[in-house]
């Protein structure tokens, strides 16, 4: 299953699923408020969305509810660089970044953003707690990119 919350980013993934020659079903729903009965899932992943979810403790319950037992859960984002990286980091991404965004796509507000959500989102350990809270077992994290990165990862027991 694959879940947007906007319509044209699922079309345009359900196209790139299509082309791979996968056929997968898709539903435009809130993170917020699955549409989709109690475990009723072995796994669910969010990459890269997370950070944009306004009540990010109501999706890692909802993700949390429809795993069945035995289940995993896959949260890949943006997080907090290594710190002796963060001052070059900061500057790229407030400097490089929005400048790409406007040659290459036309769009510098996007990537400014970008920058600007990543400052905001949890760091490892708040979101490692975040997901115990929401009822994950064995909570663990995986830095990629010397924390560029991190992947989460919750069990259901």
């Not at 995993?72 to 660089?81: C, H």
Request: overall charge neutral; some cysteine; glycine content about 8%.
């Amino acid at each position: 299953m694959h879940t947007d919350i906007n319509g044209a980013m699922l079309a345009a993934g359900r196209d790139k699923l299509i082309d791979a020659g996968l056929l997968l079903p898709t539903a435009q729903c809130d993170a917020e408020t699955l549409p989709f009965a109690a475990a009723a899932f072995d796994c669910v992943s969010i990459a890269f969305g997370l950070r944009n979810v306004t009540h990010k403790e109501r999706a890692l319950g909802e993700m949390r509810r429809v795993l069945r037992p035995g289940g995993t859960a896959l949260v890949l984002e943006f997080s907090r660089v290594w710190a002796p990286l963060a001052p070059a980091y900061d500057w790229y991404s407030f400097n490089v970044l929005p400048r790409l965004g406007r040659l290459v796509a036309r769009d510098e507000a996007s990537y400014r953003y970008l920058a600007e959500s990543i400052r905001v989102h949890p760091d490892q350990e708040a979101l490692k707690q975040m997901m115990a809270s929401a009822g994950f077992d064995r909570v663990e994290y995986h830095n990629l990119m010397a924390g560029v990165v991190a992947l989460h990862v919750g069990c259901v027991y």
